[in-house]
T-cell receptor
Framework: RKEVEQDPGPFNVPEGATVAFNCTYS??????FFWYRQDCRKEPKLLMS???SGNEDGRFTAQLNRASQYISLLIRDSKLSDSATYLC??????????FGTGTSLTVIP | EPEVTQTPSHQVTQMGQEVILRCVPI?????FYWYRQILGQKVEFLVS????????KSEIFDDQFSVERPDGSNFTLKIRSTKLEDSAMYFC????????????FGDGTRLSIL
């Protein structure tokens, strides 16, 4: 079983739509969780950390569900500039992070 | 905003040669990482480094690979006897020592093995 799994998509949504991605993790002892954004042939860039109580940053909302072992990212009012691949990252223990394969999002005019 | 910097941005090397990829982590960060991303595939963990030694490494990080912090600022990844399948983007990342902090990535080195 993979440590971190994501639906690769692609998700094609119209501008202004709301879209949500999930990411499941296998190790219940995982400690910290993050969402990254990766544009084509670029480095992953931190979008937001995911806190136990859930957190919001503008149009982006991240949630953690420890019981079901998943994290989610909700994007409201999608912009063309949101088109990218969204990666979840999980720190299970120690110093090692696991990344999902990424979910591709295309926002269509 | 402080950044992780990597050099070179693109390295083209003949198969069998050795390459050294260089990284300058963010100055107050003490955890360092190397990742690999083959075109169209996921970001794969290679190795983490703390306190001048490897703290964890993946199955990918075999005897062909080594890391070093030769001075107070640089963090290098050496790949010996390169193979065609080593062609990928290599990302360096660093993070603070405080718990649960995210990693910050450099913009990567594209390694092309001919």
């Amino acid at each position: 079983r993979k440590e971190v799994e994501q639906d690769p998509g692609p998700f094609n949504v119209p501008e202004g739509a709301t879209v949500a991605f999930n990411c499941t993790y296998s190790n219940s002892a995982s400690q910290s969780f993050f969402w990254y954004r990766q544009d084509c042939r670029k480095e992953p860039k931190l979008l937001m950390s995911v806190y136990s109580s859930g957190n919001e940053d503008g149009r982006f909302t991240a949630q953690l569900n420890r019981a079901s072992q998943y994290i989610s990212l909700l994007i409201r009012d999608s912009k063309l500039s949101d088109s990218a691949t969204y990666l979840c990252a999980v720190n299970q223990y120690g110093n090692q992070f696991y990344f999902g394969t990424g979910t591709s999002l295309t926002v269509i005019p | 905003e402080p950044e992780v910097t990597q050099t070179p941005s693109h390295q083209v090397t003949q198969m069998g040669q050795e390459v050294i990829l260089r990284c300058v982590p963010i100055s107050n960060h003490l955890y360092f990482y190397w990742y690999r991303q083959i075109l169209g595939q996921k970001v794969e963990f290679l190795v983490s480094f703390y306190n001048n030694e490897i703290s964890e490494k993946s199955e990918i990080f075999d005897d062909q690979f080594s890391v070093e912090r030769p001075d107070g600022s640089n963090f290098t990844l050496k790949i010996r006897s390169t193979k065609l399948e080593d062609s990928a983007m290599y990302f360096c990342a660093s993070r603070e020592i405080r718990g649960n902090q995210p990693q910050h990535f450099g913009d990567g080195t594209r390694l092309s093995i001919l």
